[in-house]
């Protein structure tokens, strides 16, 4: 085809001339008999305008399908079809693939209505015509069709969201078809044949959300927390992120950071004296260093945000037979580890993820502590103590039998020397074997635990299974005591607000004659804020965040 003509039809697919222009060009060429362009569907944004206003500017205008047809001697027929980048409508399935009773196709864009009027066929409707198109925001009985041959693929059920209230706040059919392999396959095959429609890549409807104002990026990283939850806990902190509350909060902070500003800025455009009251960097001051103190707060959090995100990684550790082992077979609730009468059977890290009262919990079974000449054993020694120095959490098993001593002073517990340089603030402590000391009773034990420098302690017989009920509530609930939820989810939360940290330490270190330097500090560290909710453009980490979203969502 000429340069000219094939500009010209580029021109049109964008929207910046109209069809009698291209025809009336096509028609001036020599070798060009005859140039044919249909447009299908029409173009939503000539149709009506105001429906569509919203539509990002960036995205090209034009959602038509066009084509043309060479048909002098010598040339063949060929088609021009949209690029992605136009084809602004998407279409997914929104549900996992696989036989189920119900599957969901979701589609999302500008000519999501054209998509409902070519592949939705509903029975007659009292006083509706099918030009009138589907009643918004109800679900409606209907057949499924194939676009071209006019197939029935399924019997389904539509329901259309007319933008912007919807999820993605553009316009939305949503198609609820049986879930069988087959009929998700055809379906989808049939949607693919529109083309005004293009497969939507991963994460692009909460994207498109997103994009239109419907979630912040706190929120999104809450959705994507609650559809990957395993656990009670989690599910209420992802809940909990994706209404918004951490957005509130965030936002809360950067508005008092741009209050800041604002005297600071008053005090750069009219200085104190009879416009401004005195002390007004001093006003600054105090209130910057209270920020300072409030973001200083919740960075020091201990990593509990992401730490219930990700599992707490809890060592269970102690000398060898002691129990350990039979420990992860009980929380496990089966065979997961070797259990033997010969010391030194576990040799290296067994990791196992376990949801312990809700609490996602990875559990590590590591060799027991002991000095051994033994290579293989010794390297799994070494193995061990790594993890308790690495884990969240640590919890000693011991035997009741050989810690328990008596002697002048009375009766005592002597924890092995090699393992007292093992305990730390976070280490719980599990006494294993009672039913092999009947005659020591019970408050005499939880006395001598209380005495130990853990913060609580239980006594059990991972044997007769006694005690172990009252292990697993009370553990969980000390558990859950030390990991409520932060404000910090996610370690970009963490880096943004480490950032606002130090500005806001520049600007205290700045005096009154640099109040401009000052200034600049502030709005930095407004920026850095406005950077966790996504109100400022942070076009560098949508990617990663939306990266990770399933197709259909």
């Known amino acids: 085809m000429l340069p000219a003509v094939r500009s010209c039809i580029t021109r049109f697919g964008r929207g910046k001339v109209s069809a009698g222009e291209v025809r009336r060009l096509g028609s001036s060429r020599t070798r060009l008999h005859r140039l044919q362009i249909c447009i299908c569907p029409p173009c939503p944004s000539r149709v009506n305008p105001q429906k569509h206003a919203t539509t990002s500017s960036r995205n090209l205008q034009c959602t038509r399908s066009v084509h043309y047809m060479q048909t002098s001697a010598g040339m063949g027929q060929r088609e021009l079809v949209l690029s992605d980048a136009q084809r602004r409508t998407i279409y997914a399935l929104s549900t996992p693939p696989g036989k189920a009773g119900v599957a969901v196709v979701r589609i999302s864009g500008p000519d999501a209505l054209a998509a409902w009027q070519r592949i939705v066929r509903s029975p007659s409707r009292k006083g509706k015509t099918r030009a009138s198109g589907p009643e918004p925001w109800k679900m409606e009985r209907c057949k499924i069709v194939d676009p071209m041959s006019e197939e029935v693929l399924d019997d389904g059920l539509a329901l259309f969201f007319r933008g912007p209230k919807s999820f993605t706040t553009e316009d939305v059919l949503e198609l609820h078809i049986h879930s069988g392999r087959a009929i998700i396959a055809s ?97 600054a001051r105090e209130r910057a260093q209270h920020l300072r103190n409030r973001v200083q707060a919740i960075l020091s959090d201990n990593r509990r945000g992401e730490i219930l995100r990700s599992g707490i990684r ?29 010391p030194g059977t576990t040799r290296d890290i067994l990791e196992l993820s376990l949801d312990i009262e809700g609490l996602p919990v990875i559990v590590a079974d590591t060799a027991g502590i002991r000095t051994t000449d033994d290579l293989v054993e010794n390297i799994g020694v070494e193995r061990a103590k790594q993890a308790v120095e690495t884990a969240d959490v640590t919890l000693l098993v011991l035997s009741l039998p050989d810690v328990l001593r008596y002697d002048q002073s009375g ?143």
């Not at 994706?242 to 005090?267: D, M, N, P, Y």
């Not at 060592?315 to 997961?336: M, V």
Request: hydrophobic content about 45%; charged content about 25%.
């Open 411 to 553: 009766l005592r517990i002597v924890v092995p020397e090699h393992i007292k340089a093992l305990l730390l603030p976070t280490t719980f402590v599990l006494l294993n074997k009672m039913d092999l000391c009947p005659s020591v009773s019970l408050e005499q034990v939880e006395g001598l635990l209380a005495d130990l420098p853990s913060p609580a302690g239980w006594l059990v017989s991972l044997t007769s299974d006694a005690g172990t009920a009252q292990f697993v509530s009370g553990f969980a609930k000390a558990l859950q005591e030390r990991d409520d939820v932060p404000l910090i989810t996610h370690s970009r939360h963490r880096t943004h607000l480490e950032s606002v940290l130090r500005f806001l330490d520049a600007f205290l270190d700045t005096t009154s004659d640099d109040v401009v330097l000052g200034a600049e500090e502030l709005r930095y560290a407004a920026q850095a804020v406005g950077k966790i909710s996504g109100l400022i453009d942070v076009e560098d980490v949508l990617d990663v965040i939306f990266r990770d979203f399933c197709i259909g969502k």
């Open 187 to 283: 379906v989808l095959t049939s949607l693919s044949r529109l083309p005004f429609l293009r497969p939507a890549e991963a994460g692009e409807f909460t994207r498109r959300a997103f994009e239109g104002g419907r979630l912040d990026l706190t929120q999104v990283e809450g959705l994507k927390d609650l559809i990957d939850a395993e656990t009670e806990t989690q599910r209420k902190a992802a809940l909990r992120v994706a209404g918004g509350s951490t957005r509130t909060q965030f936002e809360e902070l950067r508005q008092e950071i741009i209050k800041c500003l604002a005297l600071v800025e008053a005090l750069i455009d009219f200085g104190e004296g009879e416009d401004l009251e005195e002390g007004v960097f001093e006003q």
């Open 314 to 342: 809890l060592a269970i550790f102690g000398p060898p037979n002691a129990g350990k082992s039979s420990l992860l077979n009980f929380l496990a609730q089966r065979e997961a580890a070797i259990v033997t009468h010969i």
